[in-house]
């Protein structure tokens, strides 16, 4: 997550959606008093800054997990960090502040995002010695499903930031707000690489089952942005 209070903007990270790569463009552009939330694996041009301290842990409650999620959290100072639900960094930032700051976020196809997080959870190193044979089948049983939602939604599912930027048209739409920013815009970094080497696109890949499960594992999204196959 990036709290730029130089160009008032806060940047909500959600998964397998250039998160990274945007936080890498946003935080070039920040000053010394914004937050920028450590990356991991660490980047060494990234400059983590201001995203530790202390807050009330009681806000933002809706269950006892999220009580003890947030007394861990208090514990440790980790107030603000990489992939917090926009919820929570409501809850522990100043109202006048997220009240009135621009709140993005960037959100991608279903089917596209689900395929892109198979090949994660199959190639990447640490998954790899846990489930070296992991087939797609197997991950959609499982239902190790990419959420995005719940990091830009309320607790009953409500969007609360001002805006949703598509994957499939990204580069336009951050010209865009890089614009309104008054920033310039070259194009996103390169942060991740070399975790798929299929490149089909999905259209090619899932099954009349499969595609089916990823619609109903994916209902609320659906709803909310129109998304189709």
């Known amino acids: 997550m990036i709290v730029s209070h130089r160009h008032k903007v806060i940047f909500v990270k959600t998964l397998k959606s250039a998160g990274t790569s945007i936080e890498l463009a946003l935080a070039h552009h920040c000053g010394p008093d914004d937050i920028v939330t450590p990356i991991f ?37 980790d107030r603000i960090y990489n992939h917090i639900p926009a919820r929570f960094a409501r ?14 976020c960037v959100e991608r196809n279903p089917w596209d995002k689900t395929l892109s997080h198979f090949h994660m959870f199959r190639n990447a190193a640490w998954h790899r010695r846990h489930d070296p044979g992991l087939t797609l089948d197997g991950y959609l049983e499982n239902r190790i499903f990419c959420h995005n939602a719940p990091f830009y939604c309320d607790a009953d599912g409500a969007p609360i930031v001002d805006r949703i930027l598509r994957y499939d048209r990204l580069e336009e739409e951050l010209a865009t707000l890089f614009s309104e920013l008054g920033l310039p815009f070259d194009g996103l970094p390169q942060a991740k690489s070399g975790l798929r080497t299929d490149r089909r696109p999905y259209r090619e890949v899932f099954d009349p089952r499969q595609t089916r499960i990823i619609a109903e594992a994916f209902a609320h999204e659906i709803t909310l942005h129109g998304w189709e196959y």
Request: with cysteine; glycine share 2%; hydrophobic share 40%.
């Open 41 to 77: 694996p660490a980047i060494p041009a990234h400059a983590p800054r201001n995203w530790r301290g202390w807050f009330a842990p009681w806000r933002e409650v809706r269950s006892r997990q999220d009580l003890r999620k947030n007394i861990v959290e208090c514990l440790r100072r």
């Open 91 to 104: 809850a522990r930032l100043p109202a006048q502040i997220w009240d009135s700051y621009l709140k993005v």
